[in-house]
Each structure stands twice: as C-alpha cells, then as structure tokens.
C-alpha cells in the first residue's frame, strides 16, 4: 500500500532514474509496515518516513503543484541576488538534502548570472557554466561543493542587472515593431539581383574607418536613436559605461564629419 505522493517522492529522490526508483521501492516494501487486515490478509504499507529512513535523506515539503520547490529556488536566487552567502548556502543545502537535481540548481546559477550580475563581473558566467559541467561530469553527493562555490561566488559577485533590462526592452519593441523592414545597407547581399536592388548599399565596414566606428545607423528608422544597453558603475562594467560613452563621442565626431 503505497501513495501518489509517496511514488512521487521516491521519483524526486531518484532523479527519474527508473533503475534507482525500483531499487528504492523495493527497499522500501521490504522494511515497510505489515497490517493485518480483517479478513487475515496482510498488506505492506510504505510511508514517507519509510522511504526517508531508506535514503537517509528528509524531504522537502513538496505540494502536487510544486509550490515549495518553487518557494526554494526562489529563495536561493534571491540569497544569491542580495549578496548574502550564508543564506545562499542554507537554501543550497536545503534543496540538495532533499533530493534535488543538481543540474537544475545549476541551471538556474547559469541563468542567475546574466541576469543578476552580467557584465559587472564577465567571470561569473562562466563560472556557472563550469559549476554546470562539474556536476554533469561527476554528479552528487560529490558536486554538492561546486555548487556551493558556484552559490558563493554569485553573492559575492558585484551585481547589475543591465542584460536584463535591456533585453526586456528590446522585446518590448520588437514586439511591436516586428514588421519593421532591415535598413537596405545592412541587408545580406549574396547575389547580384539582391545588390541591384539596393541590398547592402551604403554600407560601411567599420575597420576600414578611424577606430573602427562609423556613423552608420543600425537600427530601424522608427527606433532611430533607441538605447537599451544601459550600464552600470558596478564592477567591471564601469569599464564598459566608459567604453560605451567613449563610442558615442567617436560615432558623433564621425556624423559631423560627414555632415
């Protein structure tokens, strides 16, 4: 006698791994409760506190809807995103005890650092992206320290969330202007009639030009002039507020120029 939920449970602690799964049910069943029923018969009950006992591990307090593992990941992100490393680790800790996935985690730390750190610190992306592939490659309980690395670093990490920004304002645009037609100069001209239509005129090849900047619009007619990349002074991506004012007063110089 066996529950959904504790059938889902046993799935969560395996992974999905249908091997596993039978191994641990199996083992289960055997130091299951025997109940005697009315009629003589017997029956094996499997319980939560069963299966926890066979695994050695507590569960999460997981709903049918998912509600808590939600509630965890959020609250890891939200660690990691106020730059505090203690309780990063905590809910790290909380989710892989339980039987997470580690990739999952992982995913989410990949995600975490475009989102919540991006240029302010480069490294962080491809610190979450190795985090990612230590955990494939070598899989719990031993990846539970490169998560832990992984966590830690994202806290400590400085934080900006331009990528974010930027993106959902573009989205914002595209979306509206989705009809909007490529300016002909920076259309692909592969063939002849393509550039006797006009495909690719006026183009300018940036290295052929003084640092390597022209006053060439990219953009559509209708969003001339649009920003979305705005950076921060967090970290490293100082350097590209910078890099970024340094473009424009160069682009300028080469409009008036050829004015």
């Not at 506190?49 to 965890?72: A, F």
């Not at 393509?194 to 559509?220: F, N, S, V």
């Amino acid at each position: 006698m066996i529950s959904d939920e504790v059938l889902e449970m046993i799935a969560l602690f395996t992974g999905g791994d249908a091997r596993s799964a039978l191994l641990l049910l199996e083992m289960a069943v055997l130091n299951g409760e025997v109940i005697e029923k009315e009629d003589g018969t017997t029956v094996t009950s499997v319980t939560k506190e069963i299966v926890e006992l066979c695994t050695s591990k507590k569960t999460l307090i997981y709903d049918k809807n998912g509600e808590e593992h939600y509630n965890l990941i959020s609250a890891l992100h939200k660690s990691m995103r106020n730059s505090d490393p203690d309780a990063s680790v905590y809910w790290l800790a909380r989710m892989l005890e339980a039987g997470e996935d580690p990739l999952y985690i992982a995913r989410r730390v990949v995600r975490f650092a475009s989102e919540d750190i991006g240029l302010a610190d480069p490294g962080a992306l491809r610190l979450a992206i190795s985090a990612y592939q230590g955990c494939h490659f070598i899989g719990m309980p031993e990846c539970n320290v490169i998560l832990t690395e992984a966590v830690i670093y994202m806290a400590m990490s400085p934080k900006s969330n331009a990528m974010e920004v930027a993106y959902l304002s573009a989205r914002d645009d595209a979306l509206n202007e989705i009809n909007e037609p490529v300016p002909m100069h920076i259309r692909n001209a592969p063939t002849k009639l393509m550039k006797e239509a006009g495909y690719g005129k006026g183009y300018k090849y940036a290295h052929d030009y003084e640092d390597k900047i022209t006053d060439m619009r990219c953009l559509p007619n209708s969003l001339a002039g649009k920003e979305y990349y705005m950076p921060t002074d967090e970290g490293f991506e100082e350097r590209y507020k910078k890099r970024l004012i340094e473009i424009k007063n160069k682009r300028k110089k080469h409009t008036e120029k050829n004015k």
